[in-house]
């Protein structure tokens, strides 16, 4: 039985900063998940994937990670993801510092 496609982001890892970054549809790097261009199929996501690893100037560790849509854009399927798209919780800096990540 073939499993249904999950929508998927390309995201990574900023190579200097180490921040949690998101593919756009035009090839920029996002801090925010709400900005990431949502793949609805494998052949466009694996080909989205193979541009975004590329960057390897920029990021590291580039994958497809599994979201579901929202009004206020992709959500992510897995508490992983959201951890990292708040960062770490160990004391407030980086993106804790902001209110929309508490």
Do not use: C
């Not at 590291?60 to 009004?71: F, H, K, M, Q, R």
Request: hydrophobic letters at 35%.
């Amino acid at each position: 039985m073939v499993r249904p496609f999950i929508d998927k982001v390309v995201t990574a890892n900023d190579l200097r900063e180490g921040d949690v970054v998101y593919l756009t549809e035009v090839n920029n790097w996002s801090r925010h998940l709400a900005e990431a261009e949502v793949l609805q199929d494998e052949a466009t996501a694996k080909a989205r994937l193979a541009v975004g690893s590329s960057d390897v100037l920029n990021i590291i560790g580039a994958y497809l990670a599994d979201v579901t849509p929202a009004e206020t854009g992709p959500e992510p399927r897995h508490f992983r993801e959201e951890f990292r798209r708040t960062g770490p919780s160990n004391y407030f800096h980086g993106k804790q510092e902001s209110a929309e990540n508490v």
